[in-house]
């Protein structure tokens, strides 16, 4: 997916370029699964196994992590390789060392839109906390559903069953 698509999906949600490149900071924590970034370290074009947008180190732990990828499909990497449990700014610092980990990470970095906000973020870890709050609570009331329209789930990550 591109820089602009992306821009369009959030911007189509009523958020700035700005507010996305924060959002997308909550990538400072949890983790991929290989088989989503698997493209950038393998065959990924005619010239080149590996993206050039990595850091060549960075590719090679990968490419080492994932090599069975196919076979393991849980397999996954960090999306914050320094301070993969800690929320902060590293992800920022991250993209500009070339370990982004996405393709959209790397593309934030490159392109002129986002990139601002980004060194912004990697520079000041409050400035991207402030941020990532206002946006967090504007996300938060987005499409919220109420009264039998929705559900508070037991589990975050399952809809509730229902049983007669």
Same mark, same amino acid.
């Given at each position: =997916?591109? =820089?602009? !698509?992306?821009?369009?999906? /959030?911007?189509?949600?009523?958020?700035?370029?700005? !507010?996305?490149?924060?959002?997308?900071?909550?990538?400072?924590?949890?983790?991929?699964?290989?088989?989503?970034?698997?493209?950038?370290?393998?065959?990924?074009?005619?010239?080149?196994?590996?993206?050039? @947008?990595?850091?060549?180190?960075?590719? @090679?732990?990968?490419?080492?992590?994932?090599?069975?990828?196919?076979?393991?499909?849980?397999?996954? @990497? /960090?999306?914050?390789?320094?301070?993969?449990?800690?929320?902060?700014?590293?992800?920022?610092?991250?993209?500009?060392?070339? =370990?982004?980990?996405?393709?959209?990470?790397?593309?934030?970095?490159?392109?002129?839109?986002?990139?601002?906000?980004?060194?912004?973020?990697?520079?000041?870890?409050?400035?991207? /906390?402030?941020?990532?709050?206002?946006?967090? !609570?504007?996300?938060?009331?987005?499409?919220?559903?109420?009264?039998?329209?929705? !559900?508070?789930?037991?589990?975050?990550?399952?809809?509730?069953?229902?049983?007669?």
């Amino acid at each position: =997916m591109s =820089m602009s !698509e992306v821009i369009k999906i /959030f911007t189509s949600k009523g958020f700035s370029v700005q !507010e996305m490149v924060a959002l997308v900071g909550a990538h400072t924590i949890g983790l991929s699964h290989c088989n989503q970034f698997s493209q950038r370290l393998f065959k990924f074009n005619k010239s080149s196994d590996i993206d050039p @947008a990595y850091n060549p180190e960075y590719a @090679a732990g990968l490419k080492k992590l994932c090599e069975n990828y196919t076979k393991d499909p849980s397999m996954s @990497a /960090f999306n914050d390789v320094i301070t993969p449990t800690k929320f902060d700014n590293m992800y920022y610092k991250n993209l500009r060392k070339g =370990m982004g980990l996405l393709a959209t990470d790397s593309a934030m970095f490159g392109d002129s839109r986002t990139r601002p906000f980004v060194d912004t973020y990697a520079e000041d870890e409050n400035k991207f /906390f402030q941020d990532f709050a206002r946006a967090m !609570e504007k996300l938060s009331v987005l499409h919220v559903k109420t009264g039998t329209k929705g !559900e508070v789930r037991s589990r975050c990550d399952s809809f509730n069953t229902l049983s007669y």
